[in-house]
């Protein structure tokens, strides 16, 4: 039975912040303790996969950008097979440059659930299936650099920011939404490294891919704090001979990890679309940014007091707190910083370090939000970082005030404490599951509507190849209603361009006389009918809150 | 290393707390000096999107009643204390007018066009607002 835990009533460093030490926690510990932490675990890692699992059997379905998510998955390991991420909206700005996000890691990941689950169930089951994993992996490396008072302080961050988002942050395949507990983890392991476990590089290499890959606000989050992770690895393996032959290992599957995730990516840059030249380009030429004083103030929003994840409403990210609240998110990071001073002195470096990887995660999401463009600045997407910072400074603020009353509190108020916290945030982070429904996802009052325009297609017009072309509809039915009517065996091409899509559902790539045949959807029949088009379903939706709204189908067979 | 004396050791543990609250000094310094076109973007693309998302219709491309009704659901009071100057009173003659729009709106008969119920005026005005927000933010 092996526990690294701080000696009771003692303020002398432990194990744990020796200068040299990267020793870690197991998940050998006092049989009392063991069923707690095993509980939490096993509980933490289903709720994800549970919430998904809910959403779908009631009727969850891919829309918009999640559908095209699921689209390009599908096409891994066809000739189809997706290179870089899903489109940005790079090209919608003055001088606009076309581009995509930079990879194609979601897809890749989304295969094998999208394969076997199919389309409608796949990408969010399998995205539950990946939030479950980064869950486990996060209270897993919690754990190891501080046994159950990590334990216990990271599942409250998880269950803070599952409860204050809702519980489709759970299970939502859209790629900018992906990456919010991923970044948890990013933060975890780059302290891990930090603090010099080099055996969690190839972890960190992985998780920093992801976050990069599937958003360009993750790229741009990722970049410094990846700059950071090299220069400390640098002095350390430069200073330490032998941590460098212990590293060595390390750094070898790192470089394995790295090389496996970016290669789509370069392929594309050698012999495809070139997107990261484009992405190059835009970073150069792009529209200015909200500015410093803007990332500021996110900061300041993030933190509070309330934190941005306490705080009600869809816009408040970008609420303006008042000078009082400034001094005060201000002086929290402060106290941290003079936490993190007072105990680096006393030799320890585990607090030290963590502040200083929040610091650094700081500087580089103030940097991002003021390259933020300002047409952007009200899409809460593009700044999930904020919950998740939140969370994190004031989680450390605790552990902060745990370390220095714990030599002063009772045995067995020490020994008790942690495993009551943590067993009431999970309780907490329980009830997310129960507000799982598709009233609180987003477009869920589109996913019965997809599937009743799908039906009346499939019910009046047989499978092959259509050009499809919506008037007067969202584009998020559009999508949505591809990839229900892909599962059909229809092939649909339409005038999204390639990049959307791939080729093979452009319709630019089809000759204009090609022999295939339309299917041409309307949301009001005030114009006569298509050229050569006939009316062949009609179909009645009225989703709960929307307005009723009938579409009308028109089918031309091909010539 | 050595160990620090006592006062240095006060001074390195206040640093960082000096450190914040120089950022929350430029923070509130910074306020003071913008020149509101920032705040104007955000303000203006909230008041727009909250309506949007409100409003929230499946399909259609807008008609001329859908945009009266963007209009009328606009949060107009979002805007009024982050626009710069030159478009203040074209923000204040909106705030001005949009109640009433709503009340009619409210009492506009199943099927009738609300068009009639804006003014070239209030046109002119939210067309401001929008030629301003592509110029500076776009």
């Not at chain 1, 990408?123 to 980064?134: E, R, Y």
């Not at chain 1, 799908?454 to 259509?466: F, I, K, M, Q």
Request: glycine share 10%; charged share 15%; proline share 8%.
């Amino acid at each position: 039975m092996r526990l690294h835990e701080e000696p009771t009533g003692s303020s002398t460093p432990s194990s744990e912040d020796r200068p040299r030490a990267a020793r870690h926690h197991r998940l050998r510990v006092p049989a009392s303790d063991r069923w707690v932490i095993w509980a939490i675990l096993i509980v933490f890692t289903a709720i994800p996969l549970v919430s998904a699992m809910r959403v779908s059997a009631q009727g969850w379905r891919p829309t918009g950008d999640v559908a095209t998510i699921t689209l390009r998955s599908s096409d891994v390991g066809t000739a189809d097979t997706p290179l870089i991420g899903q489109p940005t909206t790079t090209g919608a700005y003055a001088g606009g440059v076309e581009s995509s996000h930079p990879g194609p890691i979601e897809n890749y990941l989304l295969f094998v659930p999208v394969t076997v689950l199919g389309p409608i169930v796949g990408p969010v089951v399998g995205t539950g299936l990946l939030m479950s994993v980064t869950w486990g992996l996060i209270l897993w490396l919690a754990h190891r650099r501080g046994g159950i008072v990590l334990l216990a302080l990271f599942a409250a961050v998880l269950a803070a920011v599952a409860v204050g988002l809702g519980s489709q942050s759970l299970h939502d395949p859209l790629n900018s939404e992906i990456s919010l507990y991923p970044y948890v983890l990013l933060v975890l392991a780059t302290w891990s490294v930090v603090l010099g476990d080099t055996r969690i590089l190839p972890l960190l290499v992985g998780v920093a891919s992801f976050l990069a890959q599937v958003h360009v606000s993750g790229a741009r989050l990722v970049l410094p704090i990846g700059l950071f992770v090299g220069a400390v690895l640098a002095i350390q393996l430069r200073h330490h001979p032998r941590r460098r032959r212990r590293a060595k290992r390390s750094l070898g599957w790192a470089a394995v990890v790295a090389a496996v995730l970016w290669l789509p990516v370069l392929i594309d840059q050698v012999s495809g679309s070139g997107n990261l030249t484009s992405l190059r380009r835009f970073v150069q030429t792009g529209p200015r940014g909200l500015g410093a004083l803007a990332g500021l103030e996110h900061l300041v929003t993030a933190i509070g007091p309330p934190p941005v994840l306490a705080r009600p409403g869809w816009l408040s990210f970008i609420q303006v707190l008042g000078p009082v609240q400034v001094v005060l998110a201000f002086a929290v990071l402060g106290l941290l910083g003079g936490f993190a001073v007072d105990r680096s002195l006393r030799g320890e470096r585990r607090f030290p370090t963590l502040v200083l990887t929040l610091g650094v995660f700081a500087v580089s999401a103030v940097a991002y939000t003021a390259s933020v463009p300002s047409t952007g600045a009200v899409r809460a997407d593009a700044f999930r970082w904020m919950w998740v910072f939140g969370a994190l400074v004031w989680v450390t603020l605790v552990w902060a005030i745990w370390l220095e009353v714990k030599p002063r509190l009772a045995r067995k108020a020490v020994r008790v404490a942690p495993p009551a916290v943590a067993v009431i945030v999970t309780v907490v982070a329980m009830s997310s599951v129960i507000w799982t429904g598709l009233g609180h996802e987003r477009q869920g009052p589109l996913m019965p509507v997809i599937a009743k325009v799908s039906a009346a297609v499939r019910g009046s017009t047989p499978p092959g190849e259509y050009r499809l072309v919506m008037d007067g509809s969202l584009w998020e039915l559009e999508t949505g209603l591809i990839v229900d009517l892909e599962d059909h065996g229809f092939h649909l091409r339409n005038d999204r361009g390639s990049r959307t899509m791939g080729e093979h559902r452009s319709i630019d790539e089809v000759p204009v006389d090609a022999p295939i045949g339309e299917i041409h959807i309307r949301a009001s029949d005030v114009e006569p009918p298509p050229a050569g088009a006939s009316l062949a379903a009609t179909a009645d939706v009225d989703p709960p809150g929307w307005p009723t709204q009938r579409y009308w189908v028109y089918v031309r067979s091909a010539p | 290393m050595t160990e620090p004396s006592p006062r240095r050791r006060r001074l390195l543990v206040a640093a960082p707390m000096a450190v914040a609250l120089t950022c929350a000094a430029l923070v509130l310094v910074g306020r003071g000096q913008a020149d509101g076109s920032d705040d104007f973007c955000t303000a203006y693309q909230a008041a727009v999107a909250e309506t949007i998302q409100d409003s929230g219709p499946i399909a259609g491309s807008p008609t001329p009643d859908d945009v009266v009704r963007l209009l009328a659901g606009m949060d107009i009071a979002r805007l009024e204390s982050a626009t710069p100057p030159d478009l203040r009173a074209a923000v204040d003659r909106l705030a001005q007018g949009l109640p009433k729009l709503r009340i009619d709106l409210e009492d506009l008969p199943e099927g009738e066009s609300a068009i009639a119920l804006v003014s070239p005026d209030m046109i002119a005005d939210a067309s401001a607002l929008g030629d301003a927000y592509g110029k500076r933010c776009g």
